[in-house]
């Protein structure tokens, strides 16, 4: 048995969301987890989001089926408010989940999906660096600096080109 799941909403960095799902949410957790995504969306603030669903193990086919019904009720909101989801995934069978998700109802905001944090982070500031938001932009990339820079002691927290993959996730 897998642990219970649980979800987080971290938006200490806004317009960056961090939003993480973990383990295996009840109904009741994940109808609470798009509520809480739908009350940031009515903020009708843009920013970008990183949905971590690196430890989430599985959400059962009426939870799939809420998420498709989700994103079709909140479709517009999205498209006004997102500039982009970073989905941070690593399990196949998530990756399997979520692709089963999207071809019922794909995202209305640029995506992608990718298998570290740094590499979403990297994502996350080029689309805030391409909304004009360049502040927020640097902010991230020091947030998800690689971890290259990290252990050869250079933490002044520039990405450094072609190391996607390999960054701490931001310290809180």
């Given amino acids: 048995m897998h642990p219970s799941g649980s979800f987080s909403f971290d938006d200490s960095t806004w317009p960056l ?5 973990t383990g295996e949410p009840s109904l009741k957790t994940f109808e609470e987890f798009l509520s809480r995504s739908t009350q940031y969306l009515q903020r009708q603030e843009r920013h970008v989001c990183i949905f971590d669903v690196s430890e989430l ?16 009720t909140n479709e517009v909101l999205m498209r006004q408010a997102l500039l982009g989801i970073a989905y941070v995934i690593t399990s196949p069978i998530v990756r ?4 089963v998700i999207f071809h019922f109802k794909s995202p209305p905001a640029p ?14 500031a080029m689309r805030l660096e391409e909304a004009r938001l360049r502040a927020p932009a640097e902010h991230v990339r020091r947030e998800y600096r690689p971890l290259v820079e990290v252990q050869a002691g250079l ?10 993959g390999a960054a701490l996730p931001p310290h809180r």
């Fill in 17 to 21: 969301l961090v939003v993480r799902l």
């Fill in 57 to 72: 193990h599985l959400l059962s086919t009426e939870q799939r089926q809420r998420q498709v019904e989700w994103l079709k």
């Fill in 96 to 99: 399997l989940t979520m692709g």
């Fill in 111 to 124: 995506y992608t999906i990718v298998s570290h944090p740094s590499e979403a982070g990297t994502w996350a």
């Fill in 155 to 164: 933490i002044s927290g520039r990405g450094v080109p072609g190391t996607a």
